[in-house]
């Protein structure tokens, strides 16, 4: 159904961009009004007025239309419904892999990770060495 009134809604948009630009330009807006063209009678000014307005309401009702069924089909929910991700440990008397011992580029890091020295209470001067 949505697929249905969304292939009417874009031909509609087409048809309402064609007429548009087949309109005969009244304030000069863009410096081209006027000038007799294969459509200069009133009757076909008046044909364009209305088929515009009618492809207007019709552009207006499958937007509200498509925006209704947009909005049945979502469920509305919290995302703090939901219990938060905890981390659980594994199962049974699993133990940790430890790596192997071989002087690499993480061990140096890990070693690097011990605590730092407290930071000084106040602002110091640079020291020379």
Known sequence: M???VIVIHLIIVSVLTIIVLLQKSEGGGLGMGGGAGFMSSRGTAN?????TAFLAAGFFVTSL?????????QNPGSI?????????QPA?????????????????LKQS????????AG???PRSQ
């Open 65 to 73: 239309f498509l925006s209704w069924l947009a909005g049945v089909h």
């Open 113 to 120: 990770d011990q605590p730092a020295p407290p930071a000084p």
């Open 92 to 108: 049974g008397g699993a133990t940790p892999v430890t790596p192997p011992s071989g002087g690499g580029l993480l061990d140096s």
């Open 47 to 51: 044909l364009l007025t209305r088929t």
């Open 80 to 88: 703090l419904d939901g219990a938060p991700a905890s981390q659980s």
């Open 2 to 4: 949505q697929t249905v």
């Open 123 to 125: 602002p110091q001067a």
